[in-house]
């Protein structure tokens, strides 16, 4: 028998469009190590943990007619050199050379008709720097045991353990007549699947859609005295086009820290208050109508183990106001601490088990749950996604190239313009945004204003 995609996982790759593609992307940066990184010892370590990931080394294929979930079936044709690439920076390349690449790159579709993730190796940056830029679909970690390619190819050591034992030979996929009768077997042994896979098919996406409400009304219910208000008219919602503009910024967690210490509240508080700061004054310098009740209303999907924490097994979700219309610094902080806490102390959270069935859940690509639970519902519920994910803060390692930054690029969904992704690692918090490039082509600006208020929160907290 066949392994086939979740409901839930199907969904997600009927309402995937070409101009909202649905992989979530990484950009990591890596000092480069004694003797260089170069492709070929890249894509030996890449051979070498394929094991650990055997999803990533199998394909979507579809069922004739639509009469059962698609299946995942082993890629006879897999080519790993197709999936690991290499592109290069004119020397010596700049960080706003290496985010026009990027920008390109995650505007493109992954290919549905090989293994949906790719990596490339791009050489020549600055500073003996060199980039890994990854793509995978949410498709593929569609579970909590589920583990991203990126994982498993660092680790806490410069000196690169040994690549899995390999046997892996490609099981022959079934042919069309061996599709369509699983699908008839099944049917006799579970009559409701009938009903499951019409509300997944292709042709009924309305259906799709309403599964998703369903899913959601967790969310719903439980962060009601929010969700029941339309979000506010925004210039982050829009109608989108196919190509991206990505920009990052950067954040020092011990300065975090002594905000948090001197004005209390969490650091992921201090975190939003940073992006609230950095919006208000990006939509005044647009020239966008900013009063006192102005609101940005933001999906928050976070992690809620202790923040000494480096794993992250628990997760709630949250449906935030950022109060952009205040001016102060400190109330804007005050304001968001007290929200937090009254949506977690109401229940208003979406506990793990909840969040599962919105977003297939994962802990290694935890920004994996922004991509998954924005769906067409954001135009009514948020104005956009901010995930913060918490990381080692050791460093890490692939191929004995110490790790010195990850940005995480968090997919758009349809009508939203913006996404923000955070991850903290090694004693810093890396800010990712990823914007269309033709409703927020001025991404750029709004995240030096995120460097600009983290220094404002700083200098306030001294």
């Given amino acids: 028998m066949v392994e086939r995609l979740t409901a839930l996982d199907a969904s997600f790759l009927y309402l995937e469009e070409p101009d909202t593609p649905m992989h979530v992307g990484g950009v990591l940066i890596l000092q480069s190590p004694p003797g260089g990184l170069d492709h070929d010892r890249l894509l030996q370590l890449v051979r070498g943990r394929l094991p650990l990931v055997p999803r990533y080394r199998q394909r979507v294929l579809e069922v004739p007619g639509h009469l059962a979930n698609p299946a995942w079936v082993d890629d006879p044709d897999f080519d790993l050199g197709y999936h690991v690439r290499r592109s290069g920076l004119p020397r010596p390349g700049t960080d706003e050379q290496l985010l026009d690449l990027v920008s390109r790159l995650v505007s493109r579709p992954l290919d549905r008709s090989r293994p949906l993730w790719e990596m490339y190796l791009v050489e020549g940056l600055a500073d003996d720097r060199i980039a890994l830029v990854t793509k995978t679909h949410p498709a593929l970690v569609d579970g909590l045991a589920a583990v991203d390619i990126g994982q498993v190819i660092l680790e806490a050591t410069a000196d690169p353990a040994a690549g899995q034992p390999d046997d892996w030979r490609p099981r022959r996929p079934p042919g069309p007549l061996a599709l369509v009768w699983e699908a008839l077997e099944e049917y006799v042994a579970r009559p409701s699947a009938v009903l499951e896979t019409a509300r997944s098919a292709v042709t009924d996406v309305r259906a799709t859609t309403g599964r998703m409400v369903g899913a959601a ?246």
Wanted: charged letters at 20%; aromatic letters at 4%.
């Fill in 217 to 462: 009304g967790n969310l719903l219910l439980a962060a009601a005295q929010t969700a029941v208000r339309p979000a506010p008219v925004s210039p982050l919602n829009a109608a989108i086009g196919r190509q991206r503009r990505v920009a990052i910024a950067r954040a020092d967690l011990d300065q975090l820290k002594r905000v948090r210490k001197a004005q209390g509240g969490t650091v992921n508080d201090v975190l939003l208050a940073t992006v609230t700061g950095a919006l208000r004054e990006w939509l005044l310098s647009r020239g966008e109508p900013v009063v006192g009740s102005t609101s940005v209303r933001a999906l928050v999907p976070l992690s809620v183990q202790p923040e000494e924490t480096a794993t992250a097994n628990q997760v709630s979700s949250f449906l935030v106001d950022l109060p952009v219309g205040e001016p102060n610094p400190r109330v804007r902080l005050a304001r968001i601490s007290y929200a937090m806490r009254a949506v977690s102390q109401a229940g208003q959270g979406v506990g793990a088990e909840n969040l599962v069935r919105l977003s297939g859940f994962a802990p290694p690509t935890l920004h994996a749950l922004a991509a998954r639970a924005a769906s067409d519902l954001s135009r009514r519920l948020f104005n956009l996604v901010v995930t913060n994910v918490p990381g080692p803060q050791v460093p890490l390692y692939a191929a004995g190239a110490r790790m010195l930054e990850v940005f995480p690029v968090v997919p758009l969904a349809r009508g939203q313009g913006l996404a923000i992704g955070l991850t903290s690692y090694d004693g810093g918090v890396y800010i990712g945004l990823n914007a269309d490039r033709d409703s927020i082509g001025d991404v750029h600006v709004l995240a030096d204003l995120i460097e600009q208020e983290v220094a404002n929160l700083a200098e306030g907290a001294r």
